[in-house]
């Protein structure tokens, strides 16, 4: 099958079929990441601009490694050092970048439903990599992939989410990909940090205790409190949480012998995980960083038309 979509801009968008188009699409371009001449030609001639409202790293990073892997052309905006700091809007930022003729744009904005915007507005196509507390769409893949490579499969994992759930663009990527692909999610995080009626995304069980949640997991994937989104103080302290609801040694014996344990990052160690977790054999967290640059090939390569991968 073809990949039907201009713009990926939310998982909650896609079929099994797609998701599964685009994961074994990265595992088949991840082999190019391990060459000693990293290139192929497959997108030359394409032009990838990055334009980012918001810090990043490894998302900015691997997109733009993402394109030059395939021979596209990538260009960096970031908000403080464009013509935003003067007072353009989206739309007329959108409309100029569009009059030089790219083939895609990869945004991240502080505001959901931005790419939306943006797609009805451009002819080019658009992929969301990140808009305020909605989606994080290449993140939710990379993460599949990186379980799927260790386990041979997503449906039936047991998989825990636990941290600030109400403001994490991760956490509804993850749940909507895998429930979609017959996956179980397990919540866990303090009750101000927990949207009502998040149930009803999907196979969805949440918990009270992250220990319940953790509990025979094959997946323990820990979110970082984004401070930066909540206006106001949930938590009484960073010790208090971390003693609910981070991940020690004694807490991560609870899951399965051959649990991964996954961290979208950045890491706040000490706060969500303890140090001695982050960097143990059972942590997948450079493996996610790895995927993350098959996996945003993959999404590039299909936005531009291609067909799978052999």
Do not use: W
Request: net charge neutral; with cysteine; aromatic share 4%.
């Amino acid at each position: 099958m073809g990949f039907r979509h201009k713009d990926i801009i939310a998982l909650k968008d896609l079929t099994k079929e797609e998701i599964e188009l685009l994961l074994d699409t990265a595992d088949n371009l991840s082999e190019i990441n391990q060459r000693d001449i990293k290139k192929v030609p497959t997108l030359r001639g394409k032009t990838v601009i990055n334009l980012f409202y918001e810090a990043s790293t490894r998302t900015r990073t691997s997109f733009e490694i993402a394109a030059k892997r395939l021979s596209a052309d990538a260009v960096n905006i970031t908000a403080s050092t464009s013509s935003v700091v003067k007072g353009e809007t989206l739309s007329d930022t959108a409309a100029n970048i569009l009059a030089m003729k790219p083939d895609i744009i990869v945004m991240r904005h502080s505001v959901s439903g931005a790419h939306e915007y943006l797609a009805k507005r451009v002819s080019c196509s658009v992929i969301n990599a990140g808009d305020g507390a909605h989606e994080h769409p290449s993140q939710g893949l990379l993460d599949m992939l990186t379980m799927r490579q260790k386990f041979g499969k997503l449906a039936g994992l047991k998989v825990a989410i636990v941290g600030d759930i109400t403001h994490s663009r991760v956490a509804r990527s993850n749940i909507y990909g895998l429930t979609t692909m017959g996956a179980q999610v397990f919540l866990a995080g303090p009750p101000t940090m927990m949207p009502p009626g998040i149930e009803r995304l999907g196979n969805v069980t949440v918990c009270k205790d992250m220990r319940e949640a953790v509990d025979q997991a094959d997946v323990v994937m820990m979110l970082r409190i984004q401070l930066e989104r909540q206006g106001k103080t949930l938590l009484p302290s960073m010790r208090e949480y971390s003693r609910y609801f981070g991940l020690n040694p004694a807490v991560l014996a609870l899951a399965k012998k051959d649990a991964i344990v996954m961290h979208p990052g950045p890491i706040n160690r000490g706060v969500e995980l303890a140090s001695s977790v982050a960097d143990c054999d059972q942590s997948a967290i450079m493996k996610q960083v790895e995927n993350g640059v098959a996996v945003r090939m993959a999404m590039l390569y299909h936005v531009c038309g291609g067909e799978p991968v052999e």
